[in-house]
């Protein structure tokens, strides 16, 4: 606790707005994901906490990538993707070294199907509280508008994540199912957040 309580006021307090409240709804959606698939206090608590500071890599890019609104050059896409290596020396700078916390750091950008990055980890080979703020993640980016994209609706969310379970292609399939099939009690969450953060 002492730990995470020195990164937050060393580093997490400097990120924008925008980011501290979208990681504060990613904590929210990745909690209820993680009670709806019975995963453990331990872990449940592991994903309190580091889902607040899955992006922390990103404090060491430069803020006019980060802010950008409009499509991002091949350059810097290619820096954007360091940010969960650059996350995980951050924390192990503070002394964290339990490798679940590492991992839901490092690979919360990493896709079923490999795609992903940074080391295009594949199927079980990613961390399952990874998969979990991932899909998270991707749920409430989504759902907010930004200044290069509209917001989505629920019905649009939920069909790009039944798209996805057909397709195989980004979320552990055992997760985008549970959540498929609970999706209702998302609504409400997606929604408010979604309404809060359009004002």
Same mark, same amino acid.
């Given at each position: 606790? +002492? /730990?995470?309580?020195?990164?937050?006021?060393?580093?997490? +307090? #400097?990120?924008?707005?925008?980011?501290?409240?979208?990681?504060? #709804? &990613?904590?929210?959606?990745?909690?209820?994901? $993680?009670?709806?698939?019975? &995963?453990?206090?331990?872990?449940?608590? /592991?994903?309190? !906490?580091?889902? +607040?500071?899955?992006?922390? *890599?990103?404090? %060491?890019?430069?803020?006019?990538?980060?802010? @950008?609104?409009?499509?991002?050059?091949?350059?810097? !896409?290619?820096?954007?993707?360091?940010?969960?290596?650059?996350?995980?020396?951050?924390? @192990?700078?503070?002394?964290?070294?339990?490798?679940? /916390?590492?991992?839901?750091?490092?690979?919360?950008?990493?896709?079923?199907?490999?795609? *992903?990055?940074?080391?295009?980890? @594949? *199927?079980?080979?990613?961390?399952?509280?990874?998969?979990? &703020?991932?899909? $998270?993640?991707?749920?409430?980016?989504?759902?907010?508008?930004?200044?290069?994209?509209? #917001?989505?609706?629920?019905?649009? &969310? @939920? =069909? !790009?994540? =039944?798209?996805?379970?057909? +397709?195989? %292609? #980004?979320?552990?399939?055992?997760?985008?199912?549970?959540?498929?099939?609970?999706?209702?009690?998302?609504?409400?969450?997606?929604?408010?957040?979604?309404?809060? /953060?359009?004002?």
């Amino acid at each position: 606790m +002492k /730990i995470y309580n020195k990164m937050w006021n060393d580093q997490i +307090k #400097r990120f924008d707005r925008e980011t501290l409240e979208h990681s504060s #709804r &990613v904590e929210t959606l990745s909690i209820m994901i $993680a009670n709806l698939c019975h &995963v453990s206090e331990e872990d449940k608590n /592991i994903l309190k !906490y580091v889902s +607040k500071f899955h992006d922390i *890599g990103k404090l %060491k890019i430069s803020k006019r990538i980060i802010g @950008k609104t409009s499509k991002l050059s091949q350059r810097e !896409y290619e820096i954007i993707k360091q940010h969960p290596i650059t996350g995980v020396n951050i924390l @192990k700078s503070y002394g964290i070294v339990d490798q679940k /916390i590492l991992d839901v750091v490092g690979q919360h950008h990493e896709n079923w199907d490999g795609t *992903g990055y940074p080391d295009k980890l @594949k *199927g079980l080979e990613i961390s399952f509280l990874a998969s979990v &703020v991932h899909l $998270a993640d991707v749920i409430e980016a989504l759902s907010v508008k930004r200044p290069y994209k509209k #917001r989505w609706s629920v019905i649009m &969310v @939920k =069909k !790009y994540l =039944k798209r996805d379970l057909l +397709k195989g %292609k #980004r979320f552990n399939p055992f997760l985008l199912n549970t959540v498929i099939n609970n999706f209702s009690i998302f609504n409400f969450i997606i929604e408010e957040e979604t309404e809060m /953060i359009n004002k």
